[in-house]
């Protein structure tokens, strides 16, 4: 078990300060690998969450993949119902899709994010998922 109780395969990373402005709590950076679809371990603590965003690309590119791989969180893509993410749990989010992802209100959530390759790879940040639209989900 880690040091903050919370354990996983994947390493906790770093606190994820390059992004926080895009989140509501701590959230934690993990790079497993780089090139052309680089793979991150993405930790998030309880109720932490990010932003509404959409990630955008050509030539096949800009699909991102979540892949649970600890603790239990959401996703939600807008206009959808969320989706509680669980240890085992994947989802395929379309480019130009507004969606957000993060823990859940009582617990640690860690998956493994990557976006397709393809040519003009962006990412657009929106605005945060309210206090009250978060505050509607189950808390486990």
Partial sequence: MSDNGFDQIFPL????????????????????????????????????RNNWHIHRGTEGGGDQILMCTAGSGWYQAEGEEPISMEPGTSVRVPAGTKH?????ADSWF???????PGGEISNEWLEPVSDEVYGKLPKN
Avoid at 32 to 42: C, I, K, M, Q, R
Avoid at 110 to 116: D, G, I, R
């Fill in 13 to 48: 990373g770093e606190k994820n300060d390059a992004y926080a402005q895009y989140c509501i709590g701590q959230s934690y950076l993990a790079p497993l690998t780089d090139g052309d679809a680089p793979v991150s371990n993405v930790t998030f603590k309880p109720g932490c």
């Fill in 100 to 104: 957000w992802h993060g823990a859940k």
């Fill in 110 to 116: 860690s998956h493994l994010a990557f976006v397709t």
